[in-house]
C-alpha cells in the first residue's frame, strides 16, 4: 500500500487527507485491486481506446470483462490501492494504520487485531501525558 498512512500512528499525526494529506495520493479514493485487474487484463487492451472504452467496441468489452473478473472486492479506499480486507491480519500489525484513518475508511472495526488495540492504547497514553 502506498501510503503513509502508518506515519499517522507512528508521528502521532491526525489523519485528516481532506485538509492536511501527508502525501499527494491520501487524497485518491482508489478501487481495492483495480491496479493489479488492469495490470493481469494489459494483454487485452483495446489498441484504439486504451482504458477509455467505448460502448460499441469488442476489443474494449473483453477488456472491461478481463478487468471485473479479475478485481478483488472493489472496495473504495482512500490511500492505498488494497483495503485492509484483502491483507493478511499481520499486515495490519506492522503498518499499524490510526482508528480514524480506518474508520475514515469505514472499516469493520470488530477486524482489528488485539495487537494493533493495544498499540492505539499504548499511543493514546502517551498523548495524554504530553
Not at 13 to 40: H, I, M, Q, S
Not at 58 to 71: F, G, I, K, P, W
Not at 84 to 104: D, F, N, S
Given at each position: 500500500?502506498?501510503?503513509?498512512?502508518?506515519?499517522?500512528?507512528?508521528?502521532?499525526?491526525?489523519?485528516?487527507?481532506?485538509?492536511?494529506?501527508?502525501?499527494?495520493?491520501?487524497?485518491?479514493?482508489?478501487?481495492?485491486?483495480?491496479?493489479?485487474?488492469?495490470?493481469?487484463a494489459a494483454?487485452?487492451?483495446?489498441?484504439?481506446?486504451?482504458?477509455?472504452?467505448?460502448?460499441?467496441?469488442?476489443?474494449?468489452?473483453?477488456?472491461?470483462?478481463?478487468?471485473?473478473?479479475?478485481?478483488?472486492?472493489?472496495?473504495?479506499?482512500?490511500?492505498?490501492?488494497?483495503?485492509?480486507?484483502?491483507?493478511?491480519?499481520?499486515?495490519?500489525?506492522?503498518?499499524?494504520?490510526?482508528?480514524?484513518?480506518?474508520?475514515?475508511?469505514?472499516?469493520?472495526?470488530?477486524?482489528?487485531?488485539?495487537?494493533?488495540?493495544?498499540?492505539?492504547?499504548?499511543?493514546?497514553e502517551k498523548?495524554r501525558a504530553?
Amino acid at each position: 500500500m502506498a501510503t503513509s498512512f502508518g506515519a499517522y500512528a507512528r508521528c502521532l499525526e491526525t489523519y485528516d487527507p481532506v485538509n492536511d494529506p501527508r502525501a499527494p495520493w491520501d487524497r485518491f479514493v482508489y478501487v481495492c485491486g483495480l491496479r493489479a485487474a488492469r495490470t493481469k487484463a494489459a494483454r487485452l487492451l483495446c489498441p484504439d481506446h486504451g482504458h477509455e472504452h467505448a460502448k460499441d467496441c469488442d476489443s474494449c468489452d473483453r477488456h472491461a470483462t478481463a478487468v471485473r473478473a479479475e478485481l478483488r472486492c472493489g472496495a473504495r479506499w482512500i490511500g492505498g490501492d488494497t483495503c485492509y480486507y484483502c491483507q493478511p491480519p499481520h499486515v495490519m500489525e506492522v503498518i499499524l494504520p490510526t482508528k480514524a484513518y480506518l474508520e475514515y475508511n469505514d472499516f469493520d472495526m470488530r477486524r482489528v487485531p488485539n495487537a494493533v488495540w493495544d498499540a492505539w492504547r499504548t499511543l493514546d497514553e502517551k498523548r495524554r501525558a504530553e
